[in-house]
């Protein structure tokens, strides 16, 4: 049965409304449980575009011996470096990440990945093994996307 709310009731459910959609947007890109790996670099653009809005693309430095396209969130917290094959396609990944964003790092990659190692996660990719390893560097950490070779 439908019921009508009364204005206070609208007035106390719009922010908790609000609020909870604000912080489901708030997830983000590389640990959302999709993997680039073997996207087109079209296809990573579309991707990046349409489900990690939180990133934009980045040129203030481009390095002519690698095939890349490297993204930076709002808050320059997380820097998305994706690597390509002379054919454009994704062959690995790399998310450079303040020491602000370890936890929550963390979280999305037990939540998104089988735990496979100390810092090490995997995903199946068709018939394939992708691996995410997380380092951790003096001023950043790193989490890594790849193939082990």
């Given at each position: 049965?439908?019921?009508?709310?009364?204005?206070?009731?609208?007035?106390?459910?719009?922010?908790?409304?609000?609020?909870?959609?604000?912080?489901?947007?708030?997830?983000?890109?590389?640990?959302?449980?999709?993997?680039?790996?073997?996207?087109?670099?079209?296809?990573?653009?579309?991707?990046?575009?349409?489900?990690?809005?939180?990133?934009?693309?980045?040129?203030?430095?481009?390095?002519?011996?690698?095939?890349?396209?490297?993204?930076?969130?709002?808050?320059?917290?997380?820097?998305?470096?994706?690597?390509?094959?002379?054919?454009?396609?994704?062959?690995?990944?790399?998310?450079?990440c303040d020491y602000?964003?370890?936890?929550?790092?963390?979280?999305?990659?037990?939540?998104?990945?089988?735990?496979?190692?100390?810092?090490?996660?995997?995903?199946?990719?068709?018939?394939?093994?992708?691996?995410?390893?997380?380092?951790?560097?003096?001023?950043?950490f790193t989490v890594?996307?790849?193939?082990?070779?």
């Amino acid at each position: 049965m439908w019921r009508c709310h009364s204005k206070q009731e609208m007035r106390i459910q719009t922010p908790c409304l609000l609020l909870i959609a604000c912080l489901l947007s708030l997830t983000n890109g590389l640990l959302k449980g999709q993997s680039m790996i073997d996207l087109t670099k079209e296809e990573v653009e579309v991707m990046v575009k349409e489900k990690h809005r939180e990133f934009r693309h980045d040129n203030a430095v481009v390095n002519q011996r690698f095939n890349y396209l490297k993204y930076v969130n709002g808050l320059r917290t997380r820097t998305w470096i994706l690597y390509f094959t002379d054919e454009d396609i994704c062959r690995s990944a790399k998310m450079v990440c303040d020491y602000g964003e370890f936890d929550e790092v963390l979280e999305e990659l037990n939540a998104a990945y089988e735990k496979v190692g100390e810092m090490e996660w995997a995903c199946q990719l068709n018939r394939d093994t992708v691996y995410f390893t997380l380092t951790r560097q003096e001023w950043y950490f790193t989490v890594r996307e790849a193939r082990k070779q």
